[in-house]
């Protein structure tokens, strides 16, 4: 028997061209079923199997999607616990679709790292979380006709694929549910001002606070970086009482937000929930074990990683640009 090794040894058994067997072994359209059947009787006899690095690289294709974390100058990139269960739902979705993820340490000062990884056959597209993630590097790759996927509000200007929660839903949950249980000093408290999702949230709370008969005071939104949320929060939360005594209810942008507002609020004297009720953001796993276990306003970060795996693997597949919404969820318990 004829030993078979390589690509050229089923062409030249099937009287073919080499890139007729690589066509027909990818299941190529441009390939007839007759032509196709016979190369792939010859391959199955001589238990051949395509090397799939080879095939990837050949393809241009290397089955990995990349997750950039960015350096800003404050240290190595890190990542709160919700941002860690979307990531487990992306890796899974990608597994499930035969790609595999690729986390990226990415320099600040780094402009070129995409298109890098791309010539370089590292990664195919990219998943970006917007919490670390600014909108001049959304531009970016936007410009450089880069595939990638957001977690993050879509924009009205470009077409890319994005999942979101629905902030501004989940913002009008968080406050009409303080001034249901009788709050009226209610603040905002965490999150860049330039991030999509904490602005959907501020409209949501200005609605809900619309609906009461309440204008929004703009002292009472205070915005912090997603770094070092407790500590952060914390700082806000003692600042606001200083000018606030009055302040009843604060809606947390994150869990860890919630939790450094009730550290603040406890070592100035006041109780959680009696004098002020928090609600936090995310219902994260550690949330049902604070003390006390807090009321929040749920995301699936699983489901929404699953979601941007899907989305993204469509698109390299496609070019097909999709977005979805994660529907977001009141579950009170003990902070409010």
């Not at 609605?207 to 204008?215: F, I, P, Q, R, Y």
């Not at 205070?222 to 070092?228: D, I, L, N, Y």
Request: proline content about 5%; glycine content about 10%; some cysteine.
């Amino acid at each position: 028997m004829t030993r078979v090794q390589t690509i050229n040894d089923i062409a030249r058994l099937a009287g073919v061209s080499k890139s007729t067997v690589s066509r027909a072994l990818n299941d190529s359209p441009l390939i007839g079923v007759e032509t196709k059947e016979r190369i792939r009787a010859i391959a199955q006899e001589h238990e051949f199997q395509l090397n799939a690095p080879a095939q990837r690289l050949s393809r241009r294709q290397s089955q990995v999607v990349g997750l950039p974390m960015f350096d800003w100058g404050k240290g190595p990139a890190t990542m709160d616990l919700f941002m860690l269960e979307i990531m487990g739902g992306i890796s899974s979705g990608l597994h499930e679709q035969g790609y595999d993820l690729l986390v990226l340490q990415v320099p600040n000062a780094d402009v070129n790292w995409a298109r890098r990884a791309i010539d370089s056959g590292r990664a195919d597209g990219f998943v970006l979380l917007s919490a670390s993630c600014s909108p001049e590097t959304v531009e970016t790759l936007v410009e450089a006709e880069i595939p990638f996927v957001i977690w993050g509000a879509a924009s009205p200007e470009h077409a890319y694929c994005s999942v979101t929660g629905d902030s501004f839903a989940g913002g009008r949950l968080a406050t009409a549910h303080l001034l249901e249980t009788g709050r009226r000093r209610i603040a905002l408290v965490g999150g860049p001002e330039w991030s999509w999702e904490i602005r959907d949230r501020r409209r949501g709370y200005e609605a809900a606070l619309g609906d009461a008969g309440l204008g929004a005071d703009p002292s009472l939104i205070v915005h912090t970086p997603w770094s070092a949320a407790e500590r952060s929060a914390a700082a806000a939360v003692a600042g606001l009482l200083e000018h606030e005594p009055e302040l009843d209810g604060i809606v947390a942008n994150s869990d860890f937000f919630a939790l450094g507002a009730i550290d603040a609020l406890r070592g100035l004297g006041r109780r959680v929930p009696e004098d002020a009720g928090v609600v936090g953001y995310d219902d994260v796993s550690v949330a049902a074990f604070a003390n006390p276990p807090l009321t929040t306003i749920r995301q699936d970060g699983p489901l929404a990683g699953r979601l941007l795996a899907r989305g993204l693997v469509q698109y390299l597949q496609t070019g097909a640009v999709s977005s979805s919404i994660i529907p977001a969820q009141l579950v009170v318990r003990g902070s409010a």
